[in-house]
């Protein structure tokens, strides 16, 4: 009886903890959307409450009006899923090779792809800068994707090369037997079965990239070109002092994108995940 009380308090403290960490996560969320129906009398009060007393769309109109948010949207959702499919298109061949033959080059090459994660954008941002000079990609979408591609290929690598592992390789050795050749192999046989894997890689692709501010900062000064996360650093003055109403409703308006992506690809992740821990 004692053990079974046990096992109950630790199950209750699991969920109690797991409710804390949801809390924690999504209170900013929380306060964004009250900030962006809040209206200016409400942003100013010295006793913020949670639920607006009095919403509004002014915030949202006003966004709007300042800044031209649409475009920025649709150059970030350009960039974003560009960098996505180019990424996991040449991530998934990659992926493949380090899975299925296993040697001293491919341990080295999986071991650096996991230590570049570890390098801060600072220094690599004027070799970057350098190398799209020479190709005339400064200032222009097509140079901000292949940074993108460049930046999230080697986490995509590393995670397609676990999915591509939990793939039995018998049935490859049945394709070749059937007289398939590799590609054969990889488009037929193994790259449906990875479908779960590759939403799951397209969608962490898309979320870096969509989210991504320093290199679109550095890359793009076109007015026309910024992409959505430079063009909300508008809505602060010189002097630091935010347009708190318009920029959380642009804020707000920034996050839905991936809220929307992530529901709807959520099913095919958490079967990617099943399939990976299922050992063959």
Request: cysteine-free; aromatic content about 10%.
């Amino acid at each position: 009886m004692s053990a079974f009380r046990t096992r109950g308090a630790a199950r209750a403290g699991q969920y109690a903890a797991l409710l804390a960490y949801l809390l924690f996560l999504a209170f900013p969320f929380l306060w964004l959307v009250s900030t962006a129906f809040k209206p200016a009398t409400e942003l100013g009060s010295l006793h913020p409450t949670w639920i607006p007393k009095d919403p509004t769309l002014a915030n949202f109109r006003q966004a709007f009006d300042e800044q031209p948010l649409l475009r920025a949207a649709g150059n970030s959702l350009l960039a974003a899923v560009a960098a996505a499919l180019i990424a996991v298109a040449v991530a998934t061949p990659m992926a493949y090779v380090l899975a299925r033959h296993r040697s001293r080059l491919t341990a080295a090459a999986t071991g650096w792809v996991v230590v570049s994660q570890a390098f801060p954008f600072v220094l690599l941002v004027i070799p970057l800068f350098l190398v799209l000079k020479n190709l005339h990609l400064i200032n222009s979408l097509p140079g901000l994707v292949l940074v993108y591609v460049v930046w999230s290929l080697p986490f995509a690598l590393w995670m397609l090369t676990g999915y591509v592992r939990a793939v039995p390789v018998e049935l490859e050795e049945a394709a070749a037997v059937d007289g398939a050749g590799r590609l054969r192999t990889l488009v037929s046989v193994t790259a449906p079965l990875l479908a779960p894997g590759l939403v799951a890689t397209a969608l962490f692709a898309f979320v870096t990239a969509w989210n991504e501010f320093f290199f679109a900062l550095v890359l793009l000064k076109s007015p026309e070109k910024q992409t959505l996360p430079v063009v909300l650093t508008h809505f602060l003055g010189a002097e630091g002092a935010a347009d708190l109403g318009p920029l959380a409703a642009a804020a707000f308006l920034a996050t839905l994108p991936s809220l929307v992506v992530f529901a709807l690809v959520q099913r095919r992740i958490t079967g990617g995940m099943l399939a990976g821990a299922v050992k063959s």
